[in-house]
């Protein structure tokens, strides 16, 4: 399989536009346009990267261009996914996927991503990650879209697990088995969101290191944290959404410090999409994610990659 | 490594679970689709929830960030109950944010209770205007001495290319003055404009900047943003409107960047 991630060969091609800066161990955090003028002011100018969402830079070119290509310059960017409806049944939005590769080409991200989730039916946009079914069906689907987004974009996709409130009655297999088949097939490398892991095995009565232990670590290229909230279930049972609205929850904070001592460091994403805060409180949950990811980074590994595919 | 690439699976293998899941997403009168359920026998009512939440509430959210100034004329309950009536009844058809509201301002002109506040939906469309020239393809602007350079023989034939970002909006009402008055945090004052005022929005560098057009400007304008020459529009203008200014709504659509270029008509 190819490295995951790869940003090397276009490098040497020269095509490069922006500085190659490395991603390689490094917590970053949601680009949010009202922080710019405080990301630009910050006197510790140093590490992080930033992520954004590449369907708000999908317009013809104003502010989101000029702000993106600004921080682009300085910054490693992950360029994540949305949209595409990749868990979907029907055929992919060709469109859409043009106007994608064409972000990957113009702003070099070191990371390109996506949702196992779908969210366009016929010609309906629902704007959410809507789940789908675990089948052989369902599988060999999301593996041929997946193989076209590919082959649009030129290097590997790197694909979120998500976090699920209601079972299928027809799924035959386990999500992470489902997950496993994936990488089988296509290739493509994996985003685990360890916060999706909480939220869905809470909600579905799951333990999340059982899950991490059956996940294919070794194919992981990033990670993201995020915050959740809390409701309660038809039997008043806790049931956690996956809200991206405040810091890391502890318990989180615990799994991706496991994962990291398994897996070693990856780059690890500070999700905030709504009530967003001060730039100084984000950074501080990246501050906070690149210690545990240095921590790991110092010390011998211990090769506990058992789960690694 | 590549999946199968043999056969592609063919659209009566298609797996049906959308079809099954979308009707009740958003019609909260459907119960929850018979294909979802929670764990170890648990009921899905208030699971499947999540999602019908999510897409209502997160559309609800697009609208009020791409219609601010109308939400704070209408107060946040009474927007948030408009745009929910309107994404059941137009639901996103493109995947991307800023496409969405395209039919908001014509749902609110026919919306029952918006009808005390006939400004209301022309102050939606300067907002819509507003987010395309805000997404609009970057583009150096005429420079306003531009025109000095043509002789005045070849006047009357100068075409204008429009910048990709200038729209105009023409209103029966106060549509500027109420839009500018509320799309800020600003205190509003009382408003005592009562004549009909278009809209130009255009955006010359990264600011989207919305003026009023003067009466016949605005129909000078459309003309020549239509491809009219100079002349014609001028001609267009003046019929429509005795009081038309020309050389004001010249010097008021060169400063504003309204045009990309301009060139000698055949």
Redesign the interface.
Same mark, same amino acid.
């Given at each position: 399989m190819p490295e995951v991630a790869s940003h090397t060969d276009r490098a040497q091609q020269g095509t490069l536009r922006f500085p190659a800066h490395p991603i390689d161990g490094l917590a970053g955090t949601s680009f949010k346009h009202q922080h710019l003028p405080s990301i630009l002011a910050d006197e510790e100018r140093r590490g992080g990267f930033f992520e954004v969402h590449a369907e708000n830079y999908m317009g013809a070119g104003g502010p989101p261009h000029a702000a993106l290509t600004r921080i682009r310059e300085d910054y490693p960017v992950s360029l994540h996914g949305v949209c595409m409806s990749i868990g979907g049944p029907q055929p992919l939005d060709k469109d859409h996927l043009g106007r994608f590769a064409a972000l990957v080409q113009r702003y070099e991200p070191a990371l390109v991503s996506e949702h196992l989730a779908w969210s366009t039916h016929d010609t309906t946009y629902y704007n959410d990650l809507l789940p789908l079914p675990y089948t052989e069906a369902s599988l060999r689907r999301v593996a041929e879209h997946i193989d076209e987004v590919q082959e649009a974009i030129g290097r590997p996709l790197l694909l979120e697990n998500p976090s699920t409130y209601v079972v299928f009655k027809e799924s035959t297999m386990s999500e992470t088995a489902f997950i496993r088949e994936i990488v089988k097939r296509t290739g493509c490398g994996l985003l685990l969101d360890i916060n999706n892991v909480f939220v869905s095995a809470t909600n579905q009565g799951f333990s999340a290191l059982d899950y991490l232990s059956d996940y294919p670590l070794g194919r992981v290229a990033e990670i993201h944290l995020a915050g959740h909230a809390e409701q309660e279930d038809d039997e008043g049972d806790l049931l956690l959404i996956d809200s991206h609205d405040g810091p890391v929850a502890d318990a989180v904070w615990k799994l991706f410090d496991i994962v990291i001592g398994w897996r070693g460091p990856v780059p690890t994403l500070i999700e905030w999409d709504s009530a967003i805060p001060e730039w100084s409180v984000l950074k501080r949950e990246a501050r906070a994610a690149q210690t545990i990811l240095d921590r790991h980074a110092a010390v011998p590994r211990q090769e506990k990659l058992h789960a690694c595919g | 490594?590549?999946?199968?690439?043999g056969r592609?699976?063919e659209a009566a293998?298609?797996?049906?679970?959308?079809?099954r899941?979308?009707p009740a997403?958003l019609d909260p009168g459907r119960p929850t689709p018979?294909?979802? /359920?929670?764990?170890?026998g648990? /009921? /899905? %009512?208030?699971?499947?929830n999540?999602?019908r939440n999510?897409?209502t509430v997160?559309?609800i959210?697009?609208l009020a960030a791409a219609f601010p100034a109308t939400m704070r004329i209408t107060g946040e309950a009474f927007f948030r109950a408009m745009a929910r009536f309107h994404i059941r009844e137009t639901?996103?058809?493109?995947?991307?944010?800023?496409e969405y509201g395209r039919d908001f301002p014509d749902f609110i002109e026919r919306y029952e209770y918006a009808q005390s506040m006939p400004w209301l939906a022309d102050v939606a469309r300067i907002e819509r205007a507003w987010l395309d020239?805000?997404?609009?393809? %970057?583009?150096a602007v005429l420079p306003p001495h531009a025109l000095a350079s043509v002789r005045p023989a070849d006047l009357a034939g100068i075409i204008f290319e429009p910048h990709?970002?200038t729209r105009i909006i023409r209103s029966a009402y106060p549509a500027v003055t109420v839009f500018s008055a509320n799309r800020g945090d600003g205190p509003v004052g009382r408003i005592e404009v009562a004549a009909a005022e278009s809209a130009l929005i255009t955006?010359p560098a990264?600011e989207v900047e919305v003026r009023s057009l003067q009466p016949g400007s605005d129909v000078f304008l459309s003309s020549l943003l239509g491809g009219e020459p100079f002349g014609n529009a001028a001609v267009t203008g003046k019929t429509c409107c005795p009081e038309f200014d020309l050389a004001a709504a010249v010097a008021v659509t060169l400063e504003a960047g309204a045009f990309a270029a301009i060139r000698h008509g055949g």
């Open positions: - | 490594m590549h999946a199968a690439k592609p699976s293998e298609r797996p049906g679970y959308p079809e899941f979308v997403l018979a294909l979802v /359920a929670g764990p170890n648990k /009921a /899905a %009512d208030k699971r499947f999540v999602y999510n897409v997160s559309l959210e697009a639901p996103p058809t493109s995947p991307l944010p800023f020239a805000y997404h609009a393809a %970057d583009a990709p970002a955006r990264l």
